[in-house]
Each structure stands twice: as C-alpha cells, then as structure tokens.
C-alpha cells in the first residue's frame, strides 16, 4: 500500500493570512505563536491539494499528515471539520527549533520504525506533497517521491 503524506500550511490550507515572514525569508515564529488563535486558525482556507487528500482518505490509503507546525486544539478541530483528520499526524514538539526538513526527516523515519518497517520499504512506498523545497529535496534524496504542492495547486486551480 502506497504511504500518501501531506504537509498542512501552503499545501493543503492556505494560513497566510496569519503569517510575517522577517527580512531573511524566515517566518517571525513570535508572530506566528501569536496568530494561533481559534478565530484565525479557523479562518484558514483550503487549497486544491486537500480534495486529493480527502479522496486518498476516502479510498482507505494510508495518508499521513507531516507537518513542521506545533499542533493544538484548534488545529485539530479545522482538520475534523474539513474531513482531512487522519489518525497519524507527525507535528513539532514546542521548543523544537530543528529546520523543516530535518524535523520531517526524523519524524518519517521514527514513524516507519514504530511501525516495523525498514526505511528502504517505507521509503519505496511513500510520497510526500509539501511546499518547502528544502523539504522535498531532502526527502527524495532519501528515496522519497517528493511533489511541489505549489506547482501542483497551481495546476488544480488552473483547471
């Protein structure tokens, strides 16, 4: 069974409305702890990607949410409501300040190990959809099958 694994924020939900990103291209972090709010978050909009993942969810796939967000209540209930809650989200932990890429890494490699299956299986089997092109770069140099979300919602809306 293939592994489908989804990033939320400008893959699957559109939350830029409640981002800064500062002078160097980073996100403000502060900004973004401070926007986190119930009346924001759910105000987030959906993306083109998200109808995919809810047809992956609908057909029974194995559909992982892999995100550097740190998860809370709100997050959640925005996930149940839309239909993209999955019993597997791998999140940031709070005070976590590993680059996306990296924290993404670990969490899929920890996720497959849970599960008994060796990184080459996992691997072999997984795709993942996420906007960061450190992410996706990092990811299909591991053996991952790495697509742009941006380009891809692009192309979903264009049609």
């Given at each position: ?15 830029s ?23 924001k978050?759910m105000?987030?909009k959906?993306?083109?990607?998200a ?15 892999c ?7 709100h ?5 149940k409501?839309?239909?993209?809650f ?28 849970n599960?008994?299956?060796?990184w080459?299986?996992?691997?072999r ?8 092109l ?10 991952i ?15």
């Open positions: 069974m293939r592994t489908f694994i989804f990033d939320l924020d400008h893959t699957v939900i559109d939350s409305h409640r981002q800064i990103t500062l002078a160097d291209g980073s996100l403000d972090l502060n900004n973004w702890i401070e926007n986190c709010t119930k009346e978050i105000a987030d959906l993306l083109p990607l109808d995919v993942m809810r047809e992956r969810i609908a057909q029974g796939q194995e559909v992982i949410i995100t550097a967000r740190v998860m809370g209540e997050d959640y209930q925005f996930l409501d839309h239909g993209l999955v019993p597997v989200i791998l999140s940031r932990k709070m005070g976590n300040h590993k680059g996306d890429a990296q924290l993404k890494e670990l969490a899929l490699r920890m996720y497959a190990r599960n008994g299956r060796s080459v299986r996992f691997s089997n997984a795709c993942i959809y996420d906007d960061n450190n992410v996706l770069s990092r990811l299909a140099s591991i053996g099958a790495a697509y742009n979300a941006t380009s891809i919602n692009a192309s979903l809306k264009a049609a």
